[in-house]
């Protein structure tokens, strides 16, 4: 089957999907990056091999906070931003979307589209409250799966407020309202609310929320979050069938569209799930920048750097 990759990998999970010639989702794959993302990309592409081997691939796309490393170490067409990954998929099953929710496991963004076109955006840059870790944490100490969490939340009757402006404040504002004998399905709900709050009042404070809106990214699974963005905007929401994995559709879709034509891919093969890559970071004295530079290695060959200004380390390395 030809085909096309999308990696994207973040600081909680690396998802990876499979594209056919036609755009179709034919697989999709999500697992923990647990701190070491070339080894998640790794077993992803792996585990993709083994249920698929029949695979010929067009294209390969990375997104997320590792895109470059992940884009060096598979050999990449195309290497983009999460913002422009997230709207490119949006707008491939839901062409007149014109906002865009997405919540992950540390980040949320909001995406505005008008007539196909990225408009605005923003990022959440100081708090965690409301992110996918967050609600992990409070299902946690609650001793409930979190796959369960949007649907006690739903049996609520009478939600309690929660102070959702902080993470820390809203665990010691749940913990007082469990004291005082609160049902946990009205504290779920309410923190639900809560959190909905601190992102529309943050990420969302200023933006022009129109439908058709679309709830991507590993939280859309929470029902309890789906009911009170509903509450709050007054509008039905969306929650696409891969909502989860929706960057790395987008990478793909990407990837699909940046080699066109014949144009051979850069695709170093499902054998880098067993290539030896060894990643070192130092600091460039060459000026008062002292820039960070990142260097990877195959088999001890420089395949990659970066993190400079100037391109004094990037420019020097050519991608076979």
């Keep these: 089957m030809q085909a096309y990759l ?10 990876v999907t499979v594209l056919d010639d036609k755009a179709v989702v034919r697989d999709t794959l999500y697992i923990r990056t647990q701190g070491r993302p070339i080894e998640a990309v790794q077993t992803g592409l792996r585990q993709i091999y083994e249920r ?3 695979l010929t691939i067009r294209g390969v796309g990375t997104t ?3 895109r470059a490393l992940t884009g060096v170490v598979v050999g ?3 290497v983009k931003n999460e913002i422009t990954a ?3 998929a949006a707008m491939h099953l839901v062409p007149d979307v014109q ?3 997405e919540i992950g496991g540390q980040d949320s963004k909001i995406i505005i589209l008008r007539d196909g076109i990225v408009t605005d955006f923003a990022m959440n840059t100081v708090c965690a409250a ?5 609600l992990d944490q409070q299902a946690a100490r609650l001793n409930i799966p979190i796959e369960r969490f949007g649907d006690i939340a739903l049996e609520s009757q009478a939600p309690v407020r929660i102070a959702g402006r902080c993470a820390v404040f809203a665990e010691s504002d749940m913990i007082h309202k469990q004291q005082t004998g609160h049902s946990i399905a ?3 709900h309410g923190l639900c609310q809560a959190l909905v709050r601190n992102y529309l009042n943050n990420v969302g404070k200023g933006k022009q929320i129109k439908g058709p809106i679309l709830f991507q990214g590993g939280v859309a699974a929470n029902k309890g979050m789906c009911r009170a963005f509903e509450e709050a905007l007054g509008t039905k929401i969306l929650v696409p069938p891969h909502y989860n994995v929706m960057g790395a559709v987008g990478a793909a879709l990407l990837a699909k569209e940046e080699v066109g034509g014949n144009r051979p891919s850069a695709f170093r093969g499902f054998e880098v799930s067993d290539f030896s890559y060894q990643p070192k970071s130092f600091e460039c004295s060459g000026c008062a920048n002292l820039c960070e530079i990142v260097e990877i290695k195959l088999n001890g060959e420089v395949i990659g750097c970066w993190g400079d200004r100037c391109g004094k380390w990037s420019n020097t390395v050519t991608v076979a």
């Design 186 to 188: 009205d504290i779920l």
């Design 52 to 54: 698929n081997s029949n």
């Design 76 to 78: 990449a067409d195309s």
């Design 64 to 66: 997320g906070s590792a």
């Design 6 to 15: 999308g990696i994207d990998v973040g600081s909680v999970s690396t998802n």
């Design 86 to 88: 997230h709207a490119v």
């Design 130 to 134: 409301g992110t996918g870790s967050f």
């Design 99 to 101: 906002t865009v929710l």
